[in-house]
């Protein structure tokens, strides 16, 4: 090959090579879960899907683990812009979309599946229509799980056992106020915290699923755990408004078609994983304590105000239709 082939060759490698880096697309999604969590294993998978669809012409940039920030940095980091898209516990978007307490009250569903098929179709959408108003896109509810208490002080086996007890939990009011109803003494506070608020003493406990218990080492640093499970909750996924309609219509449909199937894939595996994680727990030296239904029905019946107070705040029509879904999707 000639010089003049050569330098010709190596141009037009250059110039394509250029137009690739031009033509491609970056966005940025961070989340606050472990690198072994059920939902980070799904973005990492979105992430592939994503890039695959579109030749590598959008690239997914995930920061899990709480590379760039805590759970409520990652979601004003994305409201801003600043990142394209978070996963996210679903009681850290409440402060920005209180609609959310609605869909977040104790002991609202009766099992996983109910609460599915709620978020899945007319109250789902509606939540989402609320979310655009404050300038997010939601691309789907990942399970986070039923909450249950962990403690090192002593074993719940009735509500007796949570009075006084300093509790952290997520900073959602309907949390706060359920825990404040069980006579405990409820603190918001970060994830990223926690660990070491556990360690020293500064409380007594948490609350999360017993996936997230174990993922997060929380065995460690707590003796007790019981299956309280007051609350079901989600991973919100969600974008900035404005950065998902300014992308093309074909990298919008990649999104949203991958999120979904990742959502699905997350859930799919969420129950065996939650189940798989309490065995974990106790070999590991946790003390698990049943609480009776009995003890349970005392829980639902003392919180049962926090709901007339969340009627006050996002409309009784609201939580109304929301809990009228619940008693149609579980055939009640």
Known sequence: MTFVRKFAAVAVAAATLAGTAQAQERLRIAGNFTLEHS?????????????AQTQGRLVIETFPNMQLGGAQENVTQTRSGAIAMTWVGMAFLARTVPELEAVSLPFLFPNRETAYRVMDGEIGRLIDARMADKGFVALGFMELGARQVTNS??????IEDLRGL??????????????????????????????SALQQRVIDGHENPYNL?????????????????????????????RVFDGLRPEFQSAIRANMAKAVAAQ??????????????????????????PAEIAKMREMTAGVIDEIRKRVGGDLVDRVLAEVRRQAGS
């Open 39 to 51: 939902s980070t294993l799904a973005i990492e998978q979105f992430k592939k899907h994503v890039e």
């Open 153 to 158: 002080v002593r074993p719940i086996r009735t």
């Open 166 to 195: 300093k509790i952290r939990l997520q900073p959602n009011e309907t949390h706060l106020a359920t825990f404040r109803a069980l006579g405990a003494n409820p603190l918001a506070m970060d994830i990223r915290e926690v660990y």
């Open 213 to 241: 218990i174990l993922a997060s080492r929380f065995n460690e640093v707590q003796r007790y755990v019981s299956n309280t499970g007051h609350f079901f909750d989600f991973i919100a996924v969600v974008a900035n408004k």
């Open 267 to 292: 859930r799919s595996v969420a129950k065996e994983n939650d189940e798989k994680a309490l065995v974990e727990l106790q070999r590991l030296g946790m003390q698990y304590d049943a609480l009776p």
